[in-house]
């Protein structure tokens, strides 16, 4: 009796350690990257000049 006892308290021990180890989960990275073309900074200046040259050619 005393050796399965023995063994049924041995068996608790030994499953908790091996059970696991800590777990350590790190969170990917993520990189965002700015998609905006560089015909952007163009783009206002270039319909205001077309606006422009409309309302002189309309006033002629």
């Known amino acids: 009796m005393k050796?399965?006892?023995?063994?049924?308290?041995?068996?608790?021990?030994?499953?908790g350690a091996f059970a696991g180890g800590v777990v350590t989960t790190v969170a990917p990275i993520e990189v965002v990257e700015d998609t905006t073309s560089?015909?952007?900074?163009?783009l206002v200046p270039l319909l205001a000049l077309i606006l422009i040259a409309a309302?002189?050619?309309?006033?002629d």
């Open 38 to 42: 560089s015909a952007s900074g163009i």
């Open 55 to 59: 309302a002189v050619a309309a006033n």
């Open 3 to 15: 050796k399965l006892a023995l063994a049924a308290a041995l068996s608790l021990v030994a499953t």
